[in-house]
Nanobody
Framework: QVQLVESGGGLVQAGGSLRLSCRPS????????MCWYRQAPGKQRELVAT???????NYADSVKDRFTISRDNAKNTRFLQMNSLKPEDTGVYYC?????????WGQGTQVTVSS
């Protein structure tokens, strides 16, 4: 069974940085377009950033100029670099990708930003 494996969450003070990573559990799953979502306590899951196969990126207004989504195709891995973190960035972050017409979600990684 193929899964998306995330890492990199944690606790950080406001103004700090974290980098999340996401990669498939098996090499058969080649990442192309991928998204990062987050879900804050008591709120709906929201789209944070997207990277498509050509490399173009898109961001939610709330994270523009602070977060950067990137890729390492050689390692079949996608990253979310989060700088200037704010308490309102706190939540569980999920990566998402489609593969062979199926939807795949990472297990989620907790990001907590203290004020």
């Amino acid at each position: 069974q193929v899964q998306l494996v995330e890492s990199g969450g944690g606790l950080v003070q406001a103004g700090g940085s974290l980098r999340l990573s996401c990669r498939p559990s098996r090499s058969i799953f080649i990442l192309n377009a991928m998204c990062w979502y987050r879900q804050a306590p008591g709120k709906q899951r929201e789209l944070v950033a997207t990277i498509v196969s050509g490399g173009a990126t898109n961001y939610a207004d709330s994270v523009k100029d602070r977060f950067t989504i990137s890729r390492d195709n050689a390692k079949n891995t996608r990253f979310l670099q989060m700088n200037s973190l704010k308490p309102e960035d706190t939540g569980v972050y999920y990566c998402y990708a489609r593969f062979l017409r199926d939807d795949y979600w990472g297990q989620g990684t907790q990001v907590t930003v203290s004020s």
